[in-house]
């Protein structure tokens, strides 16, 4: 039976003036909903969004970093977990559900600053120019996120997916749902640079985890980088649908050009 997905990432609801869903009526025909992160900064008010929003199929949810940004980091997921409780929303992070016959396994995924292979200087520039590292919380406050936070959480998570991918392997499908990319293919919203070999903070927005495909992954499902992806590696088709920042004022269009509020895929 072919499950059809309909998928949306950094929606930047706190960066938005006047834009909202398709109505009810001219939504595409899905099975489920998956949000692949950054809606809101709070993520229970992004999953009451979501969920008042959509009642009429599954939807999945994971945390982005810009839901922590002003909060702690382990808070946010277990209020929006709170949030979704009783609704039609169910959050990952580090664990996984299932949808008819399609296992979905997710976590934010924070990037393990290797693309390059100089993990350390990586982690040094992240810690400089990213408003992550100046505006999230750990600890229950008490310390500001740092990049040695964030490479501890990307490994717990790969070892929760990969986990996850080996528990559901009698599933017909499954799907890995993250914000940040478990790949390296596509790119990042930087229009000075052509590429993302060419920027600096790619290593803190993406990982090259690829050989999690042999554990089968059907599809990956991922956000933050605000461009849209739509490429099959090997079997494992990647997918990336992100709004990004905007519009402010009627009649604009949104950041990422690309983005189509009503992509699905079947699987």
Request: net charge negative; aromatic share 8%; proline share 6%.
């Amino acid at each position: 039976m072919t499950l059809r997905i309909w998928t949306l990432s950094d929606l930047h609801l706190d960066a938005t003036r006047g834009w909202d869903l398709p109505p009810p009526g001219a939504r595409p025909d899905s099975d489920v909903l998956v949000v692949a992160g950054d809606t809101m900064p709070g993520f229970a008010r992004g999953v009451r969004w979501i969920a008042d929003r959509v009642t009429d199929r599954p939807v999945i949810m994971v945390a982005g970093n810009h839901e922590s940004f002003g909060r702690d980091i382990d808070r946010e997921i277990e209020k929006g977990r709170e949030a979704a409780r009783g609704t039609n929303v169910t959050v990952l992070h580090d664990d996984g559900c299932i949808v008819g016959d399609v296992a979905f396994v997710g976590a934010t995924f924070w990037a393990d600053f290797e693309l390059y292979g100089t993990r350390e200087a990586s982690m040094a520039e992240a810690a400089d120019q990213l408003n992550d590292f100046r505006r999230i919380r750990v600890h229950g406050y008490s310390q500001r996120l740092r990049p040695h936070h964030t490479l501890a959480r990307h490994r717990s998570s790969r070892t929760a997916i990969e986990l996850g991918l080996l528990l559901n392997a009698d599933c017909r499908r499954r799907v890995v749902v993250t914000h940040h990319p478990i790949h390296a293919f596509g790119d990042r919203s930087r229009p000075a640079l052509s590429g993302y070999a060419k920027d600096p903070l790619a290593p803190a927005y993406m990982s090259d985890c690829s050989a999690m495909f042999d554990l089968g992954v059907d599809a990956a499902i991922a956000g933050h980088t605000h461009v849209s992806l739509d490429l099959t590696v090997g079997t494992t088709r990647l997918i990336q649908n992100p709004k990004g920042y905007g519009p402010w004022s009627p009649g604009e269009r949104w950041e990422n050009p690309d983005f189509d509020p009503y992509f699905t895929f079947d699987i």
